[in-house]
């Protein structure tokens, strides 16, 4: 799509954004800022929780290589806008505060709705909208944009509903935690159904479709796409990176546990480290069309090794709560960093543009299993060792995780490298 002018780009880029973090937001969101009040509300435990996010993970996983399928076939357009329709449908029924039952198959439908028609998509549409000189930016903006989004909503939500959520109530009623979440809910249900509306607006009909050239596409081609030219690689980056932005959604629990903050300051505080992402995601956006995106993958886990290691060495006190603090944004800052480019990536692997949204569903299968494991794995070491025992278990974990990382984008600026189409700009061998 090189007709499009730059101002047709930056209303579509829009659209994803906002599209982006909606569709997630009813699975997500609540869960992740208002962690603790929603455990409560939905009479949860930590295990329970991460079990129920694993329904939606295995789902997810096997929605990932068909959705990108489906990707280089049809419509952007109308496969998003359908993804979040069903997805918001959900959020109806997630106001009823169904069981753990109704929860695993509510998780396991969201599973389908967010990834089947919407992930491979919106992927290849963002990088039609980079081109080939924007790529960082694109995919920077994508990730920062839709933090910024985030970040905002959680910032009214807090605002506008600050008396049922205030520490006098929410930390003692259960029925006020009910009504506060069942509030959020409706929020987040009304806006992904405009999120729709602005996608089927605002991105053109055909765009990301290969109905046009669909003879050009064939699934037998792929394995000659992806061999050398280190799509395995990135899939293992995308695991760790997910863990670590998986990691996220505990460190709620971790400002209550460990820095003895009430329920309501906790929600405050994920807040202001979600305004992380879209600065860290744009900068890391930016770094990588002037150097490349492995090399912003490369710092971004460093940081992130860095300050899970203070946290894992460290427990809370009133001399180093601040030194805390600062490595909690320090993580943050390095897991939007790397999220917001890792799927540049594939542009610096030379992969061709036209089987994209292909390319992305396969390393999503792997790079996305996070969804299947994380929450449990991390549920059963919070709940073995409550308090700051458990959180600084948690952080040795995700400082694990992120050194795989590491040695991950290592591997693939080699193989890069070594590739024969390493200097190919439509990926095609030179």
């Known amino acids: 799509m090189n007709e499009l ?38 009479e949860l435990s930590n ?39 069903a997805t918001a449908a959900g959020g ?46 694109a995919f920077g903006l994508l990730d920062g944009g839709r933090g910024l989004v985030a970040a905002a909503m959680v910032s009214a939500l807090i605002f506008l509903l600050g008396s049922l959520l205030s520490p006098e109530t929410v930390d003692s009623s259960i029925v006020s935690r009910r009504q506060a979440i069942e509030k959020i809910i409706y929020f987040y249900t009304a806006c992904t159904v405009l999120a729709a509306l602005f996608v089927w607006v605002l991105i053109p009909a055909q765009l990301g479709s290969n109905e046009q050239n669909s003879a050009n ?55 202001w480290i979600a305004y992380m992402r879209p600065v860290a995601a744009i900068l890391a956006g930016v770094f990588a069309d002037r150097f490349s995106a492995s090399q912003v993958i490369l710092t971004g886990f460093v940081a992130m090794i860095l300050a899970y290691a203070v946290l894992f060495f460290y427990s809370s006190s009133e001399l180093i709560a601040g030194l805390l603090v600062m490595n909690l944004f320090l993580s943050v800052a390095g897991v939007f960093a790397v999220r917001g480019v890792y799927f540049a990536l594939f542009h610096e692997a030379r992969v061709p ?53 590491l040695l991950a984008t290592l591997m693939l600026q080699r193989t890069i490298a070594r590739s024969p189409y390493s200097k190919s700009p439509d990926g095609s061998a030179v």
């Open 5 to 42: 002018s730059l101002n047709r780009r930056i209303l579509i880029l829009a659209g994803l954004v906002f599209a982006g973090e909606m569709i997630f937001s009813l699975p997500f969101h609540i869960a992740r800022f208002f962690r603790p009040t929603f455990l409560a509300a939905f």
């Open 353 to 405: 543009t036209h089987v994209t949204g292909t390319a992305v569903g396969f390393v999503s299968v792997l790079g996305f299993t996070p969804d299947i494991f994380f929450a449990p794995v991390a549920g059963r070491i919070l709940d073995a060792a409550p308090g700051v025992p458990g959180l600084q278990n948690y952080f040795l974990l995700l400082s694990v995780i992120a050194v795989i990382g």
């Open 217 to 271: 596409f064939d699934l037998r081609e792929l394995p000659s796409v992806l061999k050398g030219r280190g799509v395995a690689w990135i899939s293992v980056v995308v695991v760790c990176a997910y863990c670590g932005y998986k990691g996220v959604d505990n460190y709620g629990l971790y400002a209550v546990g460990a820095l003895g903050m009430s329920e309501l300051d906790a929600a405050r505080f994920t807040s």
């Open 47 to 85: 295990a329970q929780l991460g079990d129920i996010f694993a329904v939606y993970g295995v789902l997810a996983m096997l929605a990932y290589f068909p959705g990108g399928l489906l990707a280089d076939r049809f419509s952007a357009r109308s496969l998003i806008t359908v993804s979040l329709l």
């Open 92 to 137: 109806l029924y997630l106001a009823q505060f169904p069981g753990p039952l109704g929860l695993s198959i509510l998780f396991g439908y969201w599973g389908a709705t967010t990834i089947f028609l919407f992930w491979a998509a919106a992927m290849k549409t963002t990088r039609i909208v980079g081109g080939d000189r924007l790529q960082g930016r």
